[in-house]
């Protein structure tokens, strides 16, 4: 396998002058690194509105109005393996401590609860080196993931990605009318109490805005991804200890370089089996994590997770190009 360093961005020298004689001293302890990730169904470019046929098990034609989701602890891989943390650009829209916010959607079209801005880059420095390699887990540490949203430094104060402080936020999310479940007009849906309607800010360049009002359920196909079974005194207050089930995603790519590599996220390959056109009565459209849910049944497993006491597979969300 061969070696190779990543994107570098030297610091300046710097010259120290001392009593007539000239001492310098380079300064090469960090490299930038930039990784970029890619919205795809089957293949093409995400894009609001856009429709994309021959999906799920019954080649359905669906119209994404979402997607987006929080990758954290990305690291950096020698040929030996060994794992070197990325330090994440403090950037205050879409990055924080180690987790970043990837929002593919443009707020235009059906995607009219998203916002403006986009994010499709993961920067920061890491320890100069050759890194062979790329490790991530989709999702949020339970630390940070059941914060008081009010309060909450952005990204995490967005509404849109947020379920209660007892579930905490949203990881992933996609929304998409299917051909056989169609989004309704405006006002025609029930109301989700739970959850509130993001709003843009146009102080962040169309992003971030709390909301107040009431999200309506579409009819169409969702998918939603967060920590389920949090025990906690109601759905107002943060559990205590670990969830039951983080959902957190470990991805892990041996052989990546990001001048040569982007890392795509697929909904196509994601749903490959599953039929969005039908939704079980009195269940949420879609999957929202549901251990149980029946269109969770292929969807969580293609996460990487197990389902109703099914093993786990492979996660088939993400592959490198």
């Known amino acids: 396998m061969s070696k190779f360093n990543y994107r570098t961005k030297a610091l300046t020298p710097f010259i120290l002058a001392m009593t007539g004689c000239c001492f310098s001293s380079t300064v090469f302890a960090d490299q930038r690194v930039q990784i970029e990730f890619s919205a795809q169904i089957s293949g093409q470019e995400f894009a609001c509105g856009k429709e994309y046929s021959g999906i799920g098990t019954t080649g359905s034609t669906i119209t994404p109005s979402d997607f ?3 990758i954290s602890k990305v690291a950096l891989l020698d040929e030996n393996g060994i794992a070197t943390p990325l330090e994440l650009d403090q950037d205050g829209i879409w990055q924080y401590q180690d987790i970043v916010l990837l929002d593919f959607e443009d707020g235009s079209g059906p ?20 890194y062979t390699g790329i490790e991530f887990t989709m999702g949020l540490p339970f630390e940070l993931n059941h914060e008081d949203i009010l309060l909450a430094p952005s990204p995490l104060n967005l509404s849109a990605m947020f379920w209660n402080w007892q579930g905490g936020h949203r990881f992933f999310k996609v929304d998409m009318a299917s051909s056989g479940r169609p989004v309704p007009a405006p006002g025609q849906g029930k109301a989700m109490s739970a959850m509130m309607k993001p709003a843009a800010s146009a102080a962040s360049g169309g992003m971030m805005r709390r909301g107040s009002g009431e999200e309506e359920e579409a009819a169409g196909f969702s998918v939603h991804i967060g920590s389920t079974g949090c025990a906690a005194e109601s759905r107002t207050n943060a559990p205590i200890s670990e969830c039951m089930n983080p959902n957190q995603v470990k991805v892990n790519f041996d052989e990546f370089d990001s001048n040569q590599h982007k890392i795509v996220a697929d909904i196509g390959a994601l749903l490959k089996n599953t039929n969005v056109d039908v939704n ?16 969770c049944a292929q969807i969580l497993p293609a996460f990487g997770f197990a389902f109703d006491g099914q093993p786990a597979n492979s996660q088939q969300l993400f592959h490198r190009q």
């Open 111 to 130: 995607c009219q609860n998203g916002n403006s801005a986009i994010n499709a880059t993961i920067d920061g420095v890491i320890a100069d080196g050759q």
């Open 280 to 295: 079980t009565d009195e269940t949420a459209p879609g999957c929202m994590s549901g251990i149980r849910d029946p269109e």
């Open 68 to 70: 987006r989701f929080f």
